[in-house]
């Protein structure tokens, strides 16, 4: 099992060990004296955690989260990273996506569309990883699109969702096809299935070239 970033515990809540962060509680999750519940149920990087993917992950780093949503695991990665910009592009989620935000103040949602880069670039800076859950069709190529905003050796936590791409294909081929295509600007050192957490998904980390 790979080491957890700084900020991040295993602690009990309700009698079971679970993943936590230090912060203020987002989407009624249990929590204990200042700590919150992490669902890895309700989260692909929690998911890749508890699979005990190496994410390089160490705590205080700058974050560009892509597919922010209403804020449930950018929530907790604003509690052990540093500046970390939420990218959502749906206003609904988005609303309560400020509201997570509100008590967080390194947590920046920018509601933007992550296929278009080009349309906060000049808000986020240089960023150490990228987290991204967008779950629509063209994942890779949205990695490969904000790849812009890591420097050399950056790294990269893609969830990987088969049936965005192709509802009827085998997940296998699916994810095959996706990792070609990040090898465009990333060098993939890691996958791991999501599975019992999250079906048909594939956790990824990589390193932009
Ligand atoms: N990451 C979230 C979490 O764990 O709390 C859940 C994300 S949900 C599976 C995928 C989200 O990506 C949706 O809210 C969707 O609106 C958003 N999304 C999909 N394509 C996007 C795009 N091109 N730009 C921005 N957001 C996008």
């Not at 880069?117 to 960023?127: D, I, S």
């Amino acid at each position: 099992m790979s080491d957890l970033p700084a900020g991040v515990e295993r602690r009990t809540f309700d009698g079971r060990e679970r993943l936590a962060t230090e912060g203020e509680p987002v989407y009624g999750e249990p929590t204990d004296e200042g700590w919150r519940a992490w669902d890895a149920r309700r989260s692909k990087l929690g998911a890749m955690l508890e699979r005990g993917l190496d994410t390089t992950l160490q705590g205080g780093e700058t974050v560009l989260y892509l597919g922010a949503a209403a804020g449930t695991t950018v929530s907790h990665v604003a509690d052990f990273a540093g500046p970390t910009y939420a990218v959502e592009f749906a206003a609904r989620p988005a609303r309560d996506l400020l509201d997570a935000a509100e008590p967080r103040p390194n947590l920046f949602p920018l509601l933007k569309d992550a296929r278009k880069p080009e349309t906060y670039a000049h808000v986020v800076e240089p960023c150490d990883v990228i987290v991204q859950d967008v779950a629509t069709r063209g994942q890779a190529k949205v990695a490969n699109a904000n790849a812009t905003f890591l420097d050399e050796g950056g790294v990269l936590l893609a969830a990987i969702k088969a049936r965005s791409e192709d509802v009827v294909a085998n997940p296998s081929e699916v994810f095959e096809r996706e990792l070609d295509t990040l090898e465009a600007a990333y060098d993939v050192v890691a996958t791991e299935r999501l599975e019992p957490f999250h079906d048909d998904h594939l956790g990824v980390v990589a390193r932009k070239r």
